[in-house]
């Protein structure tokens, strides 16, 4: 690979929620390149005691459509990623997650945005008394099985959630859909012990 000399970003754009930076023009490069800088975020995988999936259903501006996602966040100032998975649960959905397992951490679009997403499944959530779920959402529980007819319809728009999925999968060695709740808690438990 070719050694490069890391490129200087000015911010051209900028609102609360993120800011897109253009690079000095590299030396044979045809363009400028851009990124969408922010927030590192969290998103988080919720099943209850049930093995249901605790989701949001919430309408997004951006795509002028309501939308079905798992609950995911940004992390506040210094707020540990952990604690911002349970906050960001906890705030959309009202529901509180037991245990809370981290899958790892990535960037899901590392050609034009930096932030990290931390990510995590959440085990035997349960509904909180008086929680204050954020206005314009819903808590959905979908049940699993539910969930994976819709998967094959393409009615899911969160991609991340596959990503999810297929990350706890391969780590617990479990099928986080297919599987029986109990087996998916001895697996992730075990692994929590051994790992």
Partial sequence: ???????????????PW????????????????YRMTGPDGVICLPLTIEGDIVMVRQYRPSLNMETLEIPAG????GEPPLEASQREVLEETGYQCREVHSLGTGRFYPNRLIQR?????????EPRSRADIEPGLTTVLMPRKQFLAMAHDIEIDQTAIYFLLGMATARFGVDLLRAPIEEIRERVRLDATTG
């Fill in 1 to 15: 690979m070719a050694d490069r000399s890391p490129l200087n970003y000015r911010t051209v754009f900028s609102t």
């Fill in 18 to 33: 993120f800011a897109i930076e253009e690079s000095a023009v590299p030396a044979n490069a045809t363009g400028a390149y």
């Fill in 74 to 77: 940004a992390i506040d100032g």
């Fill in 117 to 125: 997403e931390f990510m995590y499944l959440g085990l035997d959530a």
